[in-house]
Nanobody
Framework: QVQLVESGGGLVQPGGSLRLSCAAS????????MGWYRQAPGKEREMVAR???????NYADSVKGRFTISRDNAKNTVYLQMNSLKREDTAVYYC??????????????WGKGTLVNVSS
């Protein structure tokens, strides 16, 4: 089994910054991809940012230039630095990883989510 522990959400004013963290643990042989998704009230879950094992990244157009995804392979941790936050960034943010375990190849796991509330 693989566990994901997210942290760093909270209340922030428009224009402010937050840093989300997601640490993966368990029977992990290799982490292939790590990413962040978000779901705002009444909306579908959407991809925010992803980073693959080689370091390549993808971002949603709405966050390009404001958010930065990074990973610490030694700690099996992915980060999302969020700057210049806007009210429309308010959502529950979910960590997502694709991993190889002793029994599964490229299996995906989700965190429980952390709330980011951008409000004055």
């Amino acid at each position: 089994q693989v566990q994901l522990v997210e942290s760093g959400g909270g209340l922030v004013q428009p224009g402010g910054s937050l840093r989300l963290s997601c640490a993966a643990s368990g029977s992990i042989l290799r982490i292939n991809r790590m990413g962040w998704y978000r779901q705002a009230p009444g909306k579908e879950r959407e991809m925010v940012a992803r980073i693959i094992s080689g370091g390549s990244t993808n971002y949603a157009d709405s966050v390009k230039g404001r958010f930065t995804i990074s990973r610490d392979n030694a700690k099996n941790t992915v980060y999302l630095q969020m700057n210049s936050l806007k009210r429309e960034d308010t959502a529950v943010y979910y960590c997502n990883v694709f991993v190889n375990t002793p029994t599964h190849y490229d299996m995906d796991y989700w965190g429980k989510g952390t709330l980011v509330n951008v409000s004055s």
